[in-house]
């Protein structure tokens, strides 16, 4: 297989095999085979979603993490209603949901979690940004009011004297 007029590769220290460069691939040239008996072949259904139980702390869904994450610790944000910023360097594999022996859906938590960042950056953002619109009108109110009294001052100075 393969495209000849192409130019491809793949990173396998960094593959996860979590199969996102499938649809992006042009040549349609990347084929996903097991690295070894212990992992499942790509494309494989996954097991059928159990009632989630509540986190057991066993700490399986961190050796898991392809990008060395702490599901666990995001796990706990998520239910705690905190934002974390760390959240972003998820890839969505769901290598720790697969994980899990509760069942959590891990994968779908951290997206809630990202949406629920993002809002809270950009409530943040906006806020930064009103005062310093604020700011900024203050000072400029404050400059016209400052030039106003100067040059009020200055006429009283070159007015006529009647007397």
């Known amino acids: 297989a393969g495209a000849p007029k192409y130019l491809h590769g793949v990173i396998e220290e960094r593959c996860t095999g979590c199969e ?5 691939c042009p040549a349609d040239c990347i084929e996903l085979v097991p690295r070894s008996p212990s992992t499942p072949i790509v494309g494989t259904p996954p097991r ?32 705690g209603g905190e934002a974390d910023a760390s959240v972003f360097d998820c890839i969505e594999c769901t290598a720790c949901t697969r994980a899990c022996p509760s069942g959590i859906d891990l ?4 997206r809630a979690l990202k949406d629920r960042t993002s809002r809270e950056r950009e409530i943040a953002e906006r806020a930064q940004t009103a005062r310093l619109h604020s700011e900024a009108r203050n000072d400029r109110l404050a400059r016209e009011v400052e030039e106003h009294e100067t040059r009020r001052a200055e006429r ?7 007397q």
Do not use: K, Y
Request: with cysteine.
């Open 20 to 24: 996102l460069c499938l649809p992006a």
């Open 48 to 79: 059928a979603p159990a009632p989630a139980l509540p986190c057991i702390g066993c700490g399986r869904c961190m050796p898991a993490c392809p990008v060395d994450l702490d599901p666990q610790a995001l796990h706990i944000a998520f239910e």
């Open 107 to 110: 994968v779908s938590e951290f």
């Open 156 to 162: 009283l100075r070159t007015t006529h004297q009647w």
